[in-house]
């Protein structure tokens, strides 16, 4: 089936009672059981759900991967992927992810054992150079938070395979709709669904994507053991919004081409976007993405300025997170990536002068208007 297909029929099936089109939620913690031993498929809230089932199902079909572990948010979904590794272990990591992400395995992770190597993924001689013998995993995120570089995920999962270890790819920024990396043999794809597959600013969540039998067992378990599972009502809200999902994100990447261009000529400072042919990854995202996406990073060169701008905006938004139909503005290095330390933004390029849009689906026009009054060019 095509993607749009995909995205509004896939996992999901009429309600057989009443023949209901939309999923219903079914908000249950347990279920009844005919005799003990004997029941129908579902136990208990936590362990099976209908409806997070569906989601599961629908983002596993556009993903082009076998099984969805849904999770309540990106970083449990990334908290309990590091469980498939002991102490010792050691995982490498691009350097410039989100800082979250950043947070989770560098400053609190790392006291339970497991060691990370944040290298420059966009080169594969940094993976080749950072690999060990305790090497378990390659962490990829494609584009990067916030400066978007982009890494070949071909070239990584074949040196991936042949090392034994697993390929792992945040796609958050691009979903599949633009990017699928288990088609270019990542392993383990996941997503923060609070993102672009949610796209109403409404919902937080994560899921992660796999057709890896031993994975898919291991992060099933987890997720039960755990508990760090999405709402009925969360899981719903996504479902339905994934069936938008082809159709927004076209028109996400069509602003944010226009609002890239508009800034690449008219803006004297640093736009990092791929789509623009200055991005020294541009080929490489035209090869491996059918689309560039709708985030847009601008260096403004000081933290007044940035401040200045950011506070000017009438239709963009400053808040936190990204892939809205809303569009947002954020300053990393005090917002997403506060928690980086600072002698590493400088390094990654997150200075106090750059920030980063959200590009939503508003009129084009209006955006432009709004950016260019507030960066007064």
């Keep these: ?194 993102k672009y597959l949610n796209g109403h600013c409404d919902v937080v969540g994560g899921i992660i994507l796999t057709s890896n039998e031993a994975a898919h067992e291991r992060l099933r378990y987890l997720q039960n053991a755990a508990g760090s599972i999405p709402s009925p009502f969360d899981c719903w809200l996504t479902l339905r919004s994934t069936k938008t999902l082809a159709v927004r994100m076209e028109r996400h990447n069509k602003n944010a081409i226009k609002i890239a261009e508009y800034l690449n000529i008219k803006f004297p400072g640093k736009v990092v976007y791929p789509g623009l042919e200055s991005h020294p990854d541009h080929e490489l995202a035209k090869k491996q993405m059918s689309g560039f996406g709708g985030m847009i990073s601008v260096d403004v060169g000081f933290y007044s300025e940035a401040k200045k701008i950011v506070d000017s905006l009438k239709i963009i938004t400053l808040a936190e997170s990204l892939g809205g139909v809303e569009s947002l503005v954020c300053h990393p290095a005090s917002m997403t990536h506060g928690s980086v330390p600072k002698e590493d933004r400088d390094k990654l390029g997150i200075t106090d002068g750059l920030i980063r849009f959200s590009v939503g689906i508003e009129d084009v026009e209006d955006l432009i208007a709004d950016i260019a009054s507030a960066l007064q060019i």
């Design 1 to 194: 089936m095509g993607f749009s297909t995909d995205a509004i029929h896939a996992g999901q099936k009429p309600d057989p009672v009443t023949g209901a089109i939309s999923v219903p939620i079914y908000m249950t913690s347990t279920y009844e059981q005919d005799e003990l031993g004997k029941h129908k498929g579902y136990e208990y809230g936590r362990t099976h759900n209908l409806t997070r089932q569906s989601l599961e199902a629908n983002i596993a079909a556009l993903e082009k991967a076998k099984y969805g572990i849904a999770f309540s948010s990106g970083l449990a979904a990334i908290h309990n992927l590091m469980y498939l590794h002991k102490p010792g272990d050691h995982i490498i990591c691009s350097d410039n992810v989100y800082g979250g992400t950043f947070r989770l395995l560098e400053l609190n992770l790392k006291e339970f054992g497991l060691n990370f190597s944040w290298v420059d993924t966009s080169d594969i001689e940094n993976i080749k150079n950072a690999f060990t013998e305790k090497t378990k995993m390659v962490y990829v995120e494609t584009p990067t938070n916030p400066m978007l570089n982009i890494s070949d995920l071909k070239a990584i999962s074949e040196f991936c395979k042949s090392k034994d270890i697993l390929h792992v790819v945040d796609n958050t920024f691009m979903t599949p709709f633009f990017q699928r990396p288990i088609e270019l043999g990542a392993d383990i794809v996941l997503h923060s669904t609070t």
